[in-house]
Structures are given as structure tokens and as C-alpha cells.
């Protein structure tokens, strides 16, 4: 089991930029996955970006191109750098890690996002 602890959300204007970041409890270097998430009001969670082990990284169709998914693994944290934001990318932002291929997803609490003018 690995808490996870998300940081960086905040209210920002359409087109402007932000960066997340997710702090382990535990080194991330051996960690199956890892992968941001959100929950847009009144809708079903979805993923973002996630990033595994070996260095594979997928997105959404939504977020290619102004996104980025990256970590540190001396600072055992995940991020989100998130450019060119919209208003759609309103929601609520959770870090989760798969520590093996087996294992259940560990969730962090969430940052809340809101991009608006």
C-alpha cells in the first residue's frame, strides 16, 4: 500500500497553465503504475495520463499535446503539468498507484481544478 497526497489545484484562467504534484509515502521507482485521474462535476471519473514502470505513458484524446505526466524519484513524487487549460478540464484531480500488476489501486484525496474567467 503506498498514501498518496495530491497538491498544486487551484483556480485558473482559460489558456493558463498548472502542475500537480502527487508525494508517495514510499519509493515510486518500483511501482507498476501510476496515473492521474479526474471527476468533472456530475460526471464519472475518468483517467488523464498514466505512466508505468518502464516509462510507457498514455493520455486521453482530450489532454494530448497540453498535458504532461512525469516523476521524480528522489522526491517519490508523480506530476501533472496541465497547459493550455480549458474550462472542461474543470474537476477534481486524483493521483492513484498500482504497485503490482495484481494489486488494488491506492487513491490519493483529490486537488480541485477549476479553470474559468
Known amino acids: 500500500q503506498v498514501n498518496l497526497v495530491e497538491s498544486g489545484g487551484g483556480l485558473v484562467q482559460p489558456g493558463g497553465s498548472l502542475r500537480l504534484s502527487c508525494a508517495a509515502s514510499r519509493s515510486i521507482s518500483s511501482i507498476y503504475t501510476m496515473g492521474w485521474y479526474r471527476q468533472p462535476p456530475g460526471k464519472e471519473r475518468e483517467l488523464v495520463a498514466a505512466i508505468r514502470s518502464g516509462g510507457y505513458t498514455n493520455y486521453a484524446d482530450s489532454v494530448k499535446g497540453r498535458f504532461s505526466i512525469s516523476r521524480d524519484y528522489t522526491k517519490n513524487t508523480l506530476y501533472l503539468q496541465m497547459n493550455s487549460l480549458k474550462p472542461e478540464d474543470t474537476a477534481i484531480y486524483y493521483c492513484?498507484?498500482?504497485?503490482?500488476?495484481?494489486?488494488?489501486?491506492?487513491w490519493g484525496q483529490g486537488t480541485q481544478v477549476t479553470v474559468s474567467s
Open positions: 492513484s498507484a498500482r504497485l503490482t500488476p495484481m494489486s488494488v489501486d491506492d
